[in-house]
Every structure is written in C-alpha cells, then in structure tokens.
C-alpha cells in the first residue's frame, strides 16, 4: 500500500492538545443559515471543542458533474474557528450523490444475487469501481486543497464507517487480481481451496467468482479469501484517500471511524493504517449487559490503538435502529461517556451534534435534541462538557494499564463461520463476549492483541477462540508459555490453518502438546438448552471429547453421559485448555483462580456487581452502574477530580455516578 513518507508522524496528541475532544458530527447543511449562529452559542455553552463536518456532504458539494460549491463549507469552517471549535473534516465519500450512480451504474454494488443498491439511503458505492474512486480521489482532492491551511482544521475523517459489499463484475475482476497476488498460480489456488472436493478444479482465471449463490454449501476457502479481499479493498479505497490529504496536511492526523466488533474489518490491519483509531458505540440502555459490551469495544479500540483513541460516535439519547429504541435515562450518557474516557478515550463524540427534523434519522437524538436547549439531554450534555474540560488536562494521553490479553483476530473469525460448520449456535463474537464478560465481571484489566503480537507484556494470555491459527501464531502462543506466560483457551482452538484446512488430529499438534491433549476423539456440540455437568461447574454450548496425556492434570471432568470421565478444564504447567463453556459464573470464578496464580489481581477488590474501577495512569476511576446509589471500598485518601472532595477509604456514587480519584 502506497503512503507519502512523511514524519513525525501525527497522534491524536496533535489535536487534543492535552484536552478531551467533546462535539460530535455536523451536519448544518439540514438547516438554514441562522441555526447555524445558534448551533455556535450552544456549542459554546456545552464546552463543545470539536465538529465532524462534511460526513455525507458529497451532493452538496458537488451538486452536478465536476461543479464545485465550497462557500457554504467556507462559512461554516469560519464560522467554528471563530468560535475557538477544532473541525475534523471528513471526505464525503460514503454517500456518493445520485448523478455518480445514474451515468456510472457500475458504481453501485451488487450484492451476491446479482441486486443492484441503489441510491436512496447511503453507502452506495462499490469500492471495486474505478469510476467510484476515481470521482472519490477527485472530490478528497478538491477539499484537502481548499482546506489545508484553514485554523480550524483538526484532523481528516475519511469516508464513514467502511462496510459495503460488492459480488458485481468489477469486483469480480479485482478479486481475481487480488487472488493472484496471494496465491500466483492457479494450482496454488486450487490447492488452498481444496477445490478437488466437489468438482470445483480452476482451469481458467475467468472462471473465478466471488461467492455468488450457489445451490448449496460454498468453498469455505473462497468464502474466506472474499471477506479478506472485501476488507482490503476496502482499505485500499480508505488509503487513498488518506494519502491524498496528507500530501496537503502532513502534520495533520487521518482517521476512519470503525463499527464495534464489526466482522467485514479486519479492524488490526485497519489500525495499522490510521494514526488515530476511532470507533462508533452504541450500547442499548436496556442491555443488562450494555456497560460490558462497551467495556470490551473500548478495551479493543484502546488495543488498536496502542493508546488514546477516539469515540467518533455515541448517541446522546435513544438511537432509531433497534425494534424498540429506548432513551438514556438521567446520568447514563454522563457515566457511559466517563466510561470511555477511563478506558483510554480523549475524545468523547456524537453522533449527532442537532438531532434531524427530516430524512432517515429524524428519530435519532442528538446533543441537541428536539426539545432544544431546556430539553434534558442538552443539560446532560453541557454537564459532560463541563466536566470534560475539568479533568481533561489529567487523563488526556495518559496509559491504562493490562497484565491479561484476550486474543482475537478476524481470519479465524471469518473461517470459523463458515455455513458447513458442526454447530451454528457457536458464534465467535459471542464466545468473545462470554469471556471477556467473565474477566470484566472479575474486575480484571484486559488489552487485546492479535495472536501474531508480541505478548510478552501480558502475565495471562486467554484465548476465548481462535479456530484458525498461522504457523506463526502458534509459535507465537508457545513461546508465551516458555518464557513463563499464562495461556488459557477455549474449545475449537488451533483446529485449521489459515486456508482453512483442518489440522491433522483436529487440532495442532503442538498446541496439543502443550495443552496435554494426547487425543481429540469427537467434538460434542450442545444444543440450545442442553448442558453438560462436570464435577465443577455446568458446561454449555460444546463439549468434547479428549483424551489427557501423562503430564496434565484434569482440573474439572464431566460426570454422566458419553464424555463421564472425560477433561472439562486441562491443565498443563501454565497451559489451560477449556473444553466446554462453562456457565458464566463459573467462568469468571475458573479465570479469577487463574489469574490470581499468574499473579494477576483485580483493581479493587471487593466491588459489588454494578461497580466498576478502571486505572488510567494515577487515577482512578469507580462507575456505578446500578440504579441505586452504592457505596465503596477505596482504601486511602483520594481527592474526587469532579466533585473537588476529599475521600477516604469509602466512597458514595448516586445511582449511574463517577468518580474520578487522584491519590
Ligand atoms: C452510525 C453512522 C452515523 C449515524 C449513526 C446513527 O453508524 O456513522 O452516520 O447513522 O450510526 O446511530
């Protein structure tokens, strides 16, 4: 991938500039001129220090062929700077204007039906179209040009949220010249595919296709290979646009905002190319696990990263995608944002700055709500601004520490769910969930890393799943535990290669040996509702049938049925193999007793359920989750950053309150 060498190289740093960033996307085209005036008053008000403008701007900017309109852009980028409000500019790539689909049809994707997307609601476009790109590059070219220089400018924010699909023609060109690329002959290809199974032998590049529908199941292999393809075509569209505004703004960070846990990403590579990560969260105020779900997107964005990070968006009330869209009750935008900050965020944003009064998100909040000014949310927000600018100075860049690491990466997710698989009740995103829910519950500190990563920062390694493993991944996990790492795993690890082609013994050998696993006879997929008991706790989900070798120890068995006997937890020296899921709280307590031999231990002990503690360098975070007040253990003396008071040893949070502590 080509990039414009260019150094120092630009952090998030460069434009927090020791604050926290607070605003949100902007989309003033909607209104009349004079809201706009508004709209600065009250971003003042709300401690507002930043916009993303242009996001989906495209049609505005270029009503017609080639036409350019920036004068509205040129006022409202004025207009921020005299209000002392930074500007993340975006490229308006991710809504291309109708005109780009009707002279251009082979822009608009297809999906694996051969069905057109049209134009009519957004994301349009077939990253695989020359046309599409080239008319992208040009508008990118157009604005970086005409804004390189403005004070306000901050950051660039490229295209929006990339997740589009294409099975179409060009695709289908590109894909083989991607396939080329990997593989370089067609006998390689065949071999990686295994496509001696089922007939399916290539004898021509032209009869390569994307996975369009088939009668019945498809290669897995070239299942796999189109989602890596779709990825990178994806950030090829993403880093040439980049590229473009870097050569107008080398000292200005580039970012693209990702989707949570979002599967069409491989969001570590996509991190790779980004000097800031930034991702768009929006847990449901309704999910009794929505402070979790968010803990384990931070905790990966944070990872990615490698350090501050960006929430590019989150919803000041309800959202208007969920069957049923609830509101966030007094306090929950205050603590979730806190929430985010804790865990590494200098910026907190929204998604949107002025809730809309027409078009698809009308029902959407915003910071500034339909109920305008005196409306409730838009108190919250001002309160949040506040406090932002209060405590900004002292978390702004500052580390949040891990000794455990959750491994994931997107291969072996994307191989492992493939339409053949034995159980269809087991989905990687869930089983990550579990186990990063059982260390959030324990109060444990958790990064992520790739499986390829060094881990020598991390005393306990814990690998919920990772079905697809590369020869170096595994090397990788071995060397974790030689030089005297933790190394926890779930079922179904280390059972393919990365052509997806099953290991002999159904699992690597050397992952076997280091697990104690001497046989893998069967695997034993649970159906909904059915268990497994062991001597220690009721597993879910999976079972399987292994056999130990001399060395392990069986920690936990199965009592009863066809696996009686037989390993449910297998340890080998520092080597812990799960084979079955057990039920949540006898996960976190298995982790916990891990962990606590690894010498690991949780922030604070002793937090009832709804609590959190969260370190970033020297202080201290405690959220309360709870629609209770509660109070809580915090040994010694600490001075609250938001209410200015002094706490010894115990400390009371309202319901959904925060504390920020400095020793
Ligand atoms: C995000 C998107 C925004 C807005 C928001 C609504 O996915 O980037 O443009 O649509 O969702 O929740």
């Not at 460069?14 to 009250?42: I, K, M, S």
Request: with cysteine.
């Amino acid at each position: 991938m080509s990039s414009t060498p260019r150094r120092p190289t630009p952090t998030l740093a460069d434009a927090t500039r020791g604050r926290v960033l607070f605003g949100g996307d902007y989309n003033p085209e909607q209104w009349p001129e004079e809201t706009w005036h508004e709209d600065v008053r009250l971003m003042r008000d709300a401690g507002v220090n930043s916009v993303t403008l242009g996001v989906f701007s495209w049609a505005r900017i270029e009503p017609r062929p080639g036409e350019r309109r920036f004068g509205w852009l040129d006022s409202l980028m004025d207009l921020m700077h005299e209000g002392g409000i930074g500007v993340v500019l975006a490229t308006p790539t991710a809504s291309p204007p109708p005109w780009l689909g009707r002279l251009y049809p082979e822009t608009l994707p297809r999906d694996e039906d051969g069905r057109t997307e049209w134009w009519g609601g957004r994301q349009h476009f077939s990253h695989s179209s020359a046309a599409y790109r080239r008319h992208a590059a040009a508008v990118t070219e157009d604005l970086a040009a005409r804004y390189a220089s403005h004070p306000a400018l901050t950051m660039w924010h490229i295209n929006n949220e990339y997740c589009t699909h294409d099975w179409g023609d060009e695709a289908a060109a590109r894909f083989r010249t991607w396939l080329r690329g990997r593989y370089g002959d067609l006998d390689a290809l065949n071999t990686a595919w295994g496509t001696a199974f089922w007939s399916q032998g290539y004898g021509d590049w032209e009869e390569v296709l994307p996975p369009r529908r088939t009668h019945y199941l498809k290669n897995p292999t070239q299942v796999l290979d189109f989602k890596r393809f779709t990825s990178d075509m994806l950030l090829e569209c993403y880093a040439a646009e980049r590229d473009i505004v870097r050569r107008h703004t080398p000292h200005l960070p580039v970012t693209t905002n990702f989707m949570p846990l979002w599967a069409g990403q491989d969001a570590w590579r996509w991190a790779e190319e980004e000097d800031v990560v930034s991702v768009d969260l929006y847990p449901d105020p309704r999910d009794p696990f929505a402070a979790q779900h968010a803990a384990l997107v931070q905790d990966m964005t944070r990872s990615q990263a490698r350090g501050p990070w960006m929430l590019m968006e989150q919803a000041a009330g309800a959202v208007n995608w969920r069957g049923v869209n609830h509101p966030k009750p007094q306090g929950l935008n205050r603590l979730w944002s806190f929430q985010a900050v804790a865990r590494g965020a200098d910026a907190v944003c929204y998604f949107q700055w002025r809730q809309s009064r027409q078009g698809a998100e009308k029902f959407h909040s915003g910071m500034v709500g339909h109920a305008g000014e005196r409306g409730r949310t838009f108190q919250e927000v001002k309160r949040i601004g506040a406090e932002l600018a209060a405590v900004g100075a002292e978390v702004a860049g500052r580390h949040s520490p891990a000794d455990v690491a959750v491994l994931h990466d997107w291969h072996s997710w994307w191989a492992g769910a493939h339409e053949g698989r034995l159980s269809t009740r087991v989905d990687h995103a869930d089983v990550l969930t579990a186990w990063h829910r059982a260390l959030w519950q324990a109060g444990l500190a958790t990064d992520f890393a790739h499986p390829e990563h060094d881990l020598s920062a991390y005393r306990m390694v814990v690998v919920p799943q990772l079905y697809a493993l590369t020869d170096t991944a595994i090397d990788n996990l071995l060397a974790h535990v030689r030089g005297g790492g933790v190394l926890v795993s779930g079922f179904l690890t280390g059972v393919a290669d990365q052509d997806d082609r099953v290991r002999a013994g159904g699992m690597d050998a050397r992952l076997r040996e280091l697990f104690g696993i001497r046989t893998l006879h069967e695997w034993w997929p649970l159906e909904a509702g059915e268990t497994v008991r062991t001597d220690d706790f009721t597993g879910t989900l999976w079972s399987e049938e292994i056999e130990e070798t001399e060395d392990a120890s069986v920690e936990a068995a199965y009592r009863g049925g066809e696996l009686d006997g037989r390993p449910a937890v297998l340890r080998n020296g520092r080597a812990w193999y799960l084979s079955t899921l057990p039920e949540p709280e006898a996960l976190r307590r298995v982790l916990t007793g891990i962990a606590a031999e690894a010498g690991v231990r949780p922030v604070l002990d002793g937090l009832p359920g709804q609590v959190e503690a969260v370190r970033r360098g020297e202080l201290l975070f405690v959220l309360n989750h709870g629609r209770e007040p509660v109070t809580v253990e915090v040994p010694g003396t600490h001075h609250d950053l938001l209410t200015r008071a002094t706490v010894t040893d115990r400390l009371t949070l309202e319901r959904y309150g925060v504390a920020v502590l400095r020793p």
